[in-house]
């Protein structure tokens, strides 16, 4: 069942896809429909989607962990599709695939460009890069949130001019609909080096999170195609690893 | 009539435990003898060597019943207080109906008048807690209640809390504050940190408490006299820099700890997964470590005067939830003093300081200082504990378990409790 209780095209079209092209049928729930209208709660709402035997939920909220709370009142298996500004795992393999894809054995160095602090898909990345000890650091945006997410995570916080220096730039959207403010100026064919690639999980708000210049389709230094292809063959192992894990 | 004998019983004038003996007749104290055994021709209970000292009374406490038994029941409420070594405990108007009239004061009084520890109801400031409206303050405060609180809100209104102040001041009763700016505290899901940064929680700032604290003791100072002013659960560094300058002032008002500000920091958080974060939001939520120790400093001297554990039962159905929409609060009567024991230890607080205010000082503030000392006289409410003693915590008395202490050991173990003379919890060698 797809459970999209926040606006998606990506995850929530990608996913359906992946689904299909195995041979997966999708129940698509969606929330202006549910009784949750009528007072009733999650708890129950996904409870009472559970009697009619998904596969699986994948759940996007904006609430941080309830796709976890939903595996515990439910005990279906869970893909958690973005929860609040907590994590958006599957858009971090995404990514960290397309990454891996380019060169596999490259430990590489990447900048974050925007609001770390209200992103989802930075808390994910964060962890697996992290974890593969590559070389994170985040732009100085002048904000507390910024430098209190970069003590936290324990990566460096860079003046905008040292994005020069990293492989990739990784401009996130600026989460308005979570009170995130445009603290840089767009990213730019400026503030990009002749090695470094740029990357963003969409939706781009054009001249906002970057010029329209980076936004062309053929620009040789980005990646957010590769990301989009990629999007369709990582969602569909996930799919097919969590199927598999149920019925193991 | 019984004699009780123990090699360690409380000496208030020596601060020390000192081997002696106590009468209890019809209920209270009748006489204490100390260094010795009691008189040859009497028989008593032996407590062997267990330490015998006051047992508590608590200013803060969430007792459900009425419309919400399913969390708590007044009779399981008194079983875990029993176990908890608390006698006396007073409870908070935030029960479903709200007790924000003199009819369901009354009420809540003749429901809770045959238990075997004593409940004391708070009234409402403002009808239904909304903070529009003020209850019938002047026949409320008329009838035996601890006092006026909305507290699981705070009083944003400056008007009604003035006017509220001059009105329970006037009284002898407390004015019980739950000090949070709604309008900056998000929500109070945990305390903004690097902590909730990394678990991906919007943090409610100290600010919420800080400001509403500093707004209410301006205001005091404006008011004849604001003894009434208590602080419930103090949670912040800078609010208590704020209290001892004002105690500094010649400023009148109580303030309390709670075992969970006192044994806990924000990065504890981290140890629970996903499904248990919920069980570590309260509000105020759990800070830094500073602001523990500073709460530690403040209890040492003086500024924090009393422990309260600020019970509030909530079932599974409200807490196994996100923590954004889970309920706020957790229970500590059960191993109330095993865990402000345990803030004993870690602070290094004296025994007199520790019993001030674990029992003298909440119950004077309940004005029972003349029932409620460790003197003859006095009710014989009393535990038999080990104060050094290892347990591990298994919460079973109270309907609900939402506790970040599930199976934490801590030092501390009350052996047996009486209240008024009789036994309610434990056994006799």
């Given at each position: 069942m797809l459970c999209f209780f926040e606006a998606s095209t990506r995850t929530e079209l990608s996913f359906e896809m992946a689904g299909l092209r195995l041979g997966m049928a999708w129940s698509k729930v969606e929330p202006s429909g549910l009784s949750l209208q009528k007072g009733e709660s999650l708890r129950d709402t996904f409870q009472v989607l559970s009697h009619y035997k998904p596969d699986l939920f994948v759940v996007r909220h904006s609430v941080a962990y309830l796709p976890h709370a939903v595996s515990e009142w439910t005990g279906v298996p869970v893909i958690n599709a973005g929860d609040g500004i907590n994590e958006h795992p599957t858009q971090a393999l995404i990514d960290t695939f397309t990454l891996w894809k380019m060169n596999s054995k490259k430990r590489y160095s990447i900048a974050f460009f925007g609001d770390v602090f209200r992103s989802r898909v930075a808390r994910s990345n964060l962890k697996i890069w992290k974890a593969l000890n590559w070389n994170v650091s985040v732009v100085d945006d002048g904000s507390e949130n910024t430098k209190n997410f970069a003590k936290a995570f324990g990566i460096r916080v860079i003046p905008r001019r040292g994005i020069r220096e990293a492989d990739v730039i990784y401009c996130l959207r600026v989460q308005a609909e979570r009170g995130s403010s445009y603290a840089l100026s767009p990213l730019s064919?400026?503030?990009?080096?002749?090695k470094s690639k740029f990357m963003h999980a969409g939706p781009v708000v054009m001249g906002k999170d970057m010029l329209l210049e980076l936004c062309e389709r053929a620009h040789p230094q980005s990646l957010i195609h590769e990301q989009l292809k990629n999007s369709l063959p990582v969602r569909e192992a996930i799919l097919d690893e969590v199927l598999k894990r149920a019925r193991a | 009539m019984s004699w009780f004998y123990s090699k360690k019983v409380w000496n208030p004038k020596r601060g020390d435990f000192v081997s002696g003996a106590f009468e209890v007749k019809g209920g209270r104290f009748s006489q204490f003898i100390f260094g010795t055994l009691p008189p040859k021709n009497q028989k008593w209970i032996d407590l062997g060597g267990s330490h015998v000292g006051p047992s508590c009374v608590d200013v803060h406490i969430h007792a459900r019943d009425f419309e919400e038994c399913h969390k708590e029941t007044f009779e399981t409420l008194s079983e875990a207080a029993a176990k908890g070594g608390v006698s006396v405990g007073a409870c908070l108007a935030n029960t479903f109906p709200r007790m924000d009239s003199p009819a369901r004061v009354q009420e809540f009084l003749k429901r809770v008048k045959n238990l075997p520890i004593r409940l004391i109801p708070f009234a409402a400031v403002t009808e239904n807690l909304e903070g529009k409206t003020g209850t019938n303050w002047n026949a409320l405060l008329k009838m035996p209640i601890a006092g006026l609180s909305d507290d699981g809100k705070p009083i944003l209104n400056a008007e009604i809390f003035g006017s509220v102040l001059k009105a329970v001041s006037r009284s002898g009763k407390i004015l019980s504050l739950h000090e949070e700016d709604t309008t900056i505290s998000k929500g109070s899901l945990l305390h903004e940190s690097h902590t909730s940064c990394r678990l991906g929680i919007e943090g409610s700032c100290s600010g919420a408490e800080i400001d509403m604290v500093s707004r209410d003791l301006e205001i005091a100072k404006k008011?004849?006299?604001?003894?009434?002013l208590h602080f419930a659960h103090v949670s912040t560094g800078e609010a208590v820099r704020l209290l001892k300058a004002a105690k500094k002032r010649g400023q009148k008002f109580s303030a309390e700890l709670t075992p969970h500000h006192g044994l806990l920091s924000v990065d504890h958080a981290e140890e629970f997964p996903a499904m248990k974060l919920s069980t570590f939001k309260v509000c105020p939520p759990i800070r830094a470590k500073e602001d523990q120790e500073a709460l530690w400093a403040g209890l040492r001297d003086g500024v924090i005067d009393m422990f309260a554990s600020d019970h509030a039962p909530h079932s599974l159905l409200e807490k196994t939830q996100p923590m954004e929409i889970a309920a706020h609060g957790m229970i500590g009567l059960e191993f109330y003093f095993p865990l402000i024991n345990e803030i004993r230890l870690r602070t290094k607080l004296s025994w007199q300081k520790f019993f001030e205010a674990a029992a003298e000082r909440p119950a004077s503030r309940l004005s029972l200082h003349k029932t409620r000392?460790?003197?003859?006289?006095?009710?014989a409410s009393f535990i038999v504990f080990n104060p050094t003693a290892v347990q591990k915590l298994h919460w079973s008395?109270?309907?609900?378990?939402?506790?970040?202490?599930?199976?934490a050991s801590v030092r501390g173990k009350v052996e047996q409790h009486w209240i008024n003379g009789v036994r309610v919890y434990g056994e006799t060698r």
């Open positions: 064919n400026s503030d990009l080096s002749k | 008011v004849k006299d604001s003894s009434a000392r460790w003197a003859v006289g006095a009710d008395r109270s309907k609900s378990a939402n506790t970040p202490f599930q199976g």
